[in-house]
């Protein structure tokens, strides 16, 4: 018996992975091929194909003529993103009859664009969304097919989230392909949630370091949404960089100003840290190791009186926006002269 869905599937790691586990155990879905990302494809992924007994392939540019023949020949009738690293064309988009439909990690058409994951817990939300859209020219601002939720606890860190994220996406996906199958799916324009919504950017190196001026539960949200695999959060200590793996607001702790970064006092289960509004139960922090990596994980037990700082290139930003500006009043200065002695 054929299946009523013939998908093409672009993607990478446990996501593609989950993914392929859903859509091979249902009897209304079958892989045509399998694309992994270039030049480093999952390694899985061909043992899914071998399996399935359809092509594997990856390319430096899915976008070429050559390779759009390629898979037009192999006549999937929908074409299907879960963790793919290529902008398409308009030509690569169009290629299946039935569209191209993506995985995205977000709430669409809220948290548009990279680390998704990151910039939720960043910004405190109690719930993740994850969506199937069609892919069209923009960036995940495609009709929505299937959108589900998963709530963010307190004590939820990216580690935590990825292991609710990831699920989810499958299952939402699967959803999603058997509407498809079926013929109900009914798309829900994202200008129908909301008429603007917002991107996201991705994080970059240099991004890790934390500002204690931040208040608590702003520094508190940034240090468990950058736990591994992300680089964790960074501050300095005596000149070196320290990694911040977990703090724990205080309960009905009082606003008041005094340095923020200082260590202000200690108890069993770390150290109390001035930040821009409140104090910050730091619990663990660990070491930047030679290759980046983190080692000597440990309850922190810095003295009384221990400020942590920005990061190098912060406090280099700083110093030249104070040069930009007394060079401004300097050249004001100057400009005021000439034009007194003339």
């Keep these: 018996m054929s299946a009523d869905l013939t998908i093409g599937f672009f993607g990478d790691g446990r996501w593609a992975r989950r993914a392929l586990d859903h859509i091979i155990d249902t009897s209304k879905l079958e892989v045509s091929f399998i694309i992994g990302r270039y030049p480093q494809p999952d390694p899985a992924l061909p043992d899914y194909a071998e399996r399935l007994g359809v092509p594997f392939l990856t390319d430096p540019d899915v976008n070429r003529p050559s390779f759009r023949d390629t898979l037009r020949d192999l006549g999937a009738d929908v074409h299907v993103s879960m963790s793919f690293d290529q902008i398409l064309t308009p030509e690569s988009i169009e290629l299946a009859p039935r569209g191209f439909i993506n995985c995205h990690a977000g709430a669409l058409p809220f948290y548009r664009g990279r680390n ?3 910039w939720a817990l960043m910004n405190g939300e109690d719930r993740l969304g994850v969506t199937v859209h069609y892919v069209d020219e923009g960036i995940d601002t495609g009709d929505i097919i299937q959108q589900q939720f998963v709530p963010i ?3 939820d860190d990216y580690a935590s989230l990825l292991d609710k994220a990831i699920p989810l996406c499958a299952e939402t996906l699967h959803t999603a392909l058997l509407q498809m199958a079926d013929g109900r799916v009914d798309p829900t324009p994202q200008d129908d949630i909301h008429p603007i919504g917002f991107y996201c950017s991705r994080r970059r190196e240099g991004d890790e370091w934390i500002d204690w001026t931040w208040s608590s539960t702003r520094i508190h949200n940034f240090v468990r949404a950058l736990t591994p695999p992300a680089p964790g959060a960074r501050t300095m200590v005596d000149g070196s960089p320290l990694i911040v793996l977990a703090t724990d607001q205080i309960e009905e702790a009082p606003e008041y100003i005094d340095r ?3 260590v202000v006092g200690r108890d069993s289960s770390g150290m109390i840290v001035k930040t821009g509004d409140t104090t910050l139960r730091v619990q663990q922090v660990a070491d930047v190791g030679e ?15 221990t400020v942590f700082g920005r990061s190098p290139r912060r406090n280099a930003e700083r110093l030249h926006r104070r040069i930009q500006e007394l060079e401004q009043r300097i050249d004001q200065l100057a400009a005021g002269q000439y034009e007194e002695q003339t």
């Excluded at 290759?291 to 009186?305: D, H, K, L, Q, V």
């Design 153 to 155: 606890a307190e004590e």
């Design 116 to 118: 998704v994951l990151n």
């Design 260 to 262: 923020p970064g200082t």
């Design 291 to 305: 290759s980046e990596e983190i080692t000597n994980a440990r309850c922190p037990a810095y003295p009384i009186g």
